[in-house]
């Protein structure tokens, strides 16, 4: 007899066993993007024709980016020279107004017989204020206002002092109530407006000093290196190949031109610097020094037309000096010093004699024009300091305005490179789609 062997049906498959079998293996997450998101989603040809896309824009955007940054530069070094320029024409304003007005006191002294060669310095020294603030004005439009305020100022200046020489001349005792009133118009009205120009001035040209970014410049490029990288690992891991030839040349060359460009600004910037703590300083404190020793010396000759009642002439004598020697640590040299302690030497005389109630040998000894006066070692140590402050700014502008070039030049480099390396992304990307079809 013949036995039947049944065979047990095994447990129903669990729900969607079968869809999920039908469906193939499980998608690889890399292939949903990653890090490049949604350019990678849908076909294989759409996710390379945005890639292509991508790659050429955020090469193009680090060209743009980096080749603006490099022109700012560019432009900034421009205006700190120019900016240097205006601050040495306010200087020299505020220098020739207190030279005037210690020009204008010592020869004060003599009353009557004021000398032509001084009469003559006194009037080179005012012209000298006129023109500098036309110059300034045409130079600088932001300071026109400032400028216009001490023009009138300067103009009152010399009107007063023009009633306290006219009198002088005549013996008469009110002279020096006008000269009194006009040095103090100048110090309260004309030399604060001055010191607005030239700390305004400073502060430009010190900002636009500050105007170079080399580290602006390596994140466009790093960016645009990084996008390059990912794309090539994406098609790296579809078509089997390690190197896409055209977005491996993109990256070297946007990194050659970042590497050209960080170094032109950077290079800039550590010049700009060396100026800063060099040339430019010893413009602003030699100009600083030649203001503080001509108010000195004014300050001498109205202590001495005070006669016995010039204490405070003397004080503030003895604040500007000080400001002199603080000025003279950056700006000075030893022969500068030398002639500026010569100076001090023989006030120190002056204020003896005049203490000691010798007026008429004081008076002398601070308006004789000979080389045992104070006139004379002050002229030297005003002019030599004059000379300083010249070489000075004349190494600060140049330094400032050369070699800016590099900067242009870096930047035309980059637009070049730029647009080299955005063929060669778009070029790279296309093979890659021509194989796929």
Partial sequence: MSQQTATRPGPPPPPGAEAAAHAGPAPDPRGRGGLLGPLTRGSTPAALARLRVASAVVVLVATVVSAVVLVVGWDANRAAAADTEQLIRAQAIKTDLLRADALATNAFLVGGLESATQRSAYDDALTSVTEGITAASEAQPADQVVLARLNAAVLAYASTMELARANNRQGLPVGGAYLRQASGELRSTALPLTDALVA????????????????????????????????????????????????????????????VAVAAAGTRAGDNAVVRGGSYAVVVDGAAARTAANDAKSDESLRLIARGSGQAFEDAWTAAAAEVDDALVVAGNPAVRAQWQAYVDGHAQVVELDAGGSWDDAVELATTTGSDGTTAVFTEFDTAMAQVVSDAADSATGSLRGGTWLLLAAAGLWVALGLLATGAAWRGVSVRMGEYS
């Avoid at 030839?245 to 990194?255: D, F, N, P």
């Fill in 200 to 259: 305004a001035n400073a502060e430009r040209a010190e900002s636009a000093m500050d105007g170079q970014h080399p580290w602006l410049l390596v994140l466009p490029a790093a960016l645009a290196v990084a996008l390059l990288f990912l794309v090539n690992r994406w098609i790296a891991a579809r078509f089997r190949r390690h190197v896409n030839v055209g977005l491996a040349v993109a990256a070297l060359v946007v990194l050659g031109a970042g590497v």
